[in-house]
């Protein structure tokens, strides 16, 4: 369940007129860890098994390839409130000690974060051992921008989409939150056992810290979006290896990190 109609008043200088409108739904949902809760997220209340699952990857709590088992509250007959995951003990990570304590809203990736020292991510610097032409990140671009249907119908939600080396859809995602569909996406992956074939992540709002970081973790080496990046976001990237592009759109882009990765550049 994505959408949901209101009425509404659209207005004008001249007139106003009565709508039904389609609006992204926002629910919230906490999800407990063997019965504790963990941490409270505002979502599209839609793949929340894929949401849960890129979400534990991302923060380092669970990295296994089993399936997990989940238990289902229902405030009502639709909407999930409470999702519990079941993992064995030997199989949490070191990011489950870092609990989040604070509700992690649709528009914040690092809310629950207590200290700075969790905003720090380890690991080897991504290599980009392929080139991709400017022409060809504008064709995934429209791929990702026709199949976004709750978009389509609300005007309210973001995208996210992963495609393989050879340019090929794996996986869409939408919610509110573009956090969350990111790691919907992920967790889709990890679900169908095609993470590793992960290399172009593309994004329908802004960039920022943790989207590269969740990046970097999946290790996708290229990062296009069709708004902004924050400096943080700058930042990480080229210390991580990742091509990072902001502003596609018009057929123009801003590569912000790792130029060389793109091909027939030219003169403006």
């Known amino acids: ?74 405030e009502d007959a639709t909407i999930p409130s409470i999702i519990n995951v079941a993992i064995k003990k030997e199989d949490l990570r070191k990011g489950y000690l870092n609990k989040r304590t604070l509700l992690s809203v649709s528009s914040c ?22 080139l991709i032409s400017l022409d060809s990140l504008h064709k995934m671009y429209a791929v990702m921008a ?30 509110l939150g573009r956090h969350n569909a990111v790691d919907k996406t992920v967790g889709d992956l990890i679900r169908k056992n095609e993470l590793k074939n992960a290399h172009y992540l593309l994004v329908s709002g802004r960039v920022s810290y943790e989207i590269v970081t969740k990046a970097f973790i999946a290790k996708i080496g290229f990062i296009v979006a069709i708004s902004a990046c924050s400096s943080l976001a700058v930042d990480f990237a080229k210390e991580f290896g990742i091509c990072l592009i902001g502003f596609t759109r018009n057929q123009k882009m801003t590569i912000y990190a790792n130029p060389n990765a793109i091909t027939n550049l030219g003169n403006d």
Do not use: W
């Open 146 to 175: 026709s199949l976004q249907e709750t978009f389509k119908k609300s005007g309210g939600s973001h995208a996210a989409a992963i495609f393989n080396k050879a340019q090929e859809l794996l996986t869409l995602k939408e919610d």
């Open 109 to 130: 990736g690092i809310c629950g974060k207590t200290k700075l020292q969790d905003l720090k991510v380890h690991g080897k610097s991504l290599e980009q051992n392929s």
């Open 1 to 74: 369940m994505q959408i949901a109609s209101y009425e509404g008043v659209k207005v004008s200088l001249k007139n106003h007129t009565k709508i039904d409108d389609f609006l992204v739904i926002e629910a919230p949902l906490q999800i407990n860890i063997n019965g504790k809760p963990y941490t409270v997220v505002m979502r599209t209340p839609n793949d929340d098994f894929d949401l849960i699952r890129g979400l534990l990857y991302a923060e380092d709590i669970y990295k296994e390839t089993e399936p997990l088992t989940y238990t289902i509250k229902k």
